[in-house]
C-alpha cells in the first residue's frame, strides 16, 4: 500500500490512498471487521453492468471513492458518463451489480429513502447550470438547504458568506438569466455545496463555457471541494482537470480503466 499526498493550489495536503486493486477487493470483501472498511467508502460499485434493451453501455464496472477524493470520468460522447454518474446518484439503476453511496446499498432502500439520501449527501453540477428561472441567485442557493431543514438564519448566512467567496456579493436579488454563463455555474456550485453534502457530481460542469472561464469553474469547484472534504465525482472532456484529479478514468467499450495522464 502506498500513502500520497496531493498539494493543490489554494488547498490543503489531503491524503489519498492508492491501494492495489487485489488489496481493494480484499478489504472490501472480506470478513465483518473489513466489511467496516467498506462502509467508509463514499462510494463503491461491484461487477456492475447496464444495458437499455439489447444495448450494453457499461460491463462489470468496479469502482471505489474514498473521502475527499477528486475522481474524473473521461471517455467519448456517448461512452456512459452521465449513466454512471446517474447510478451513482441512485436516478437509474444497474441490470446487474451492487452500488453502495456511503455504505448504503441503493437498491435495498426505497425511493423515499433513496430520495432523502440524494437530498442529504448528493450535490449536483449540471453542464447546462440548471438553476431555476424563476428564483432570485440567493434563493437558488438556499434552496436545498431549506429541503434539508437548515434554518432560515444559517441558511442566509451560508448564503451571503458563498456569494461573497464568489466575489458575486451584489448578486444575490438577481436572477440566474441575468447572469453570464461562468457566473451561472458558480452559483450552481454554491447551490450543490451550501447543505455540505459529502459527494458532488458533476456531468462536464465545464462543457458550456469557453476555456477561460472553464478552468476558473474548475478550479473553483476543485477548491471548494477540497475545503469541505467533498468527494468529487466528475465526468469530463476537459484536459485542464487532469491535472487537478486524484484519479482519472476512462470508460471505454464499456469498461472503466485507469488513464494515462
Ligand atoms: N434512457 C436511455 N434509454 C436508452 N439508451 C440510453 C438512455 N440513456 C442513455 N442511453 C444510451 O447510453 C449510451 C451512453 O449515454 P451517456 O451515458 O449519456 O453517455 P455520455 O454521457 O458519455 O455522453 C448512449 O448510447 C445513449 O444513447
Ligand atoms: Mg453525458
Redesign the pocket.
Known amino acids: 500500500m502506498e500513502e500520497v499526498r496531493t498539494e493543490r493550489k489554494g488547498g490543503s495536503p489531503v491524503p489519498s490512498r492508492i491501494l492495489a486493486s487485489n488489496e481493494v477487493r480484499a478489504r472490501s470483501f472480506g470478513s465483518s471487521g473489513e466489511f467496516m472498511q467498506a462502509r467508509e467508502l463514499h462510494v463503491r460499485l461491484a461487477k456492475v453492468s447496464k444495458a437499455?434493451d439489447s444495448?450494453v453501455?457499461l460491463a462489470d464496472i468496479d469502482l471505489e471513492v474514498r473521502p475527499g477524493e477528486f475522481v474524473v470520468i473521461v471517455?467519448r460522447?456517448?461512452?456512459?458518463?452521465?449513466?454512471l454518474l446517474n447510478l451513482i446518484a441512485g436516478l437509474d439503476f444497474p441490470s446487474s451489480g451492487e452500488i453502495q453511496l456511503l455504505g448504503q446499498s441503493l437498491t435495498e432502500l426505497t425511493e423515499e429513502q433513496r430520495a432523502k439520501l440524494r437530498c442529504h449527501s448528493l450535490g449536483f453540477v449540471f453542464q447546462f447550470f440548471n438553476l431555476i428561472p424563476t428564483l432570485t441567485v440567493a434563493e437558488n442557493i438556499r434552496l436545498p438547504m431549506a429541503l434539508n431543514g437548515i434554518a432560515k438564519n444559517e441558511a442566509k448566512s451560508r448564503t451571503n458568506t458563498l456569494l461573497h467567496d464568489l466575489a458575486m456579493a451584489e448578486c444575490g436579488q438577481r436572477f440566474p438569466e441575468e447572469l453570464s454563463g461562468g457566473e451561472q455555474q458558480r452559483i450552481a456550485i454554491a447551490r450543490a455545496m451550501a447543505h455540505r453534502p459529502a459527494v458532488v457530481l458533476a456531468d462536464e460542469p465545464t462543457g458550456n463555457l469557453d476555456l477561460e472561464t472553464a478552468r476558473d469553474v474548475l478550479e473553483l469547484l476543485d477548491q471548494t471541494c477540497r475545503g469541505q472534504g467533498t468527494t468529487l465525482i466528475m465526468?469530463t472532456h476537459s484536459r485542464e482537470v487532469i491535472g487537478l484529479a486524484d484519479r482519472v478514468l476512462t470508460i471505454r467499450d464499456s469498461h472503466l480503466q485507469e488513464a494515462e495522464r
Open positions: 437499455y444495448h453501455v471517455g460522447s456517448g461512452s456512459g458518463k452521465s449513466t465526468a
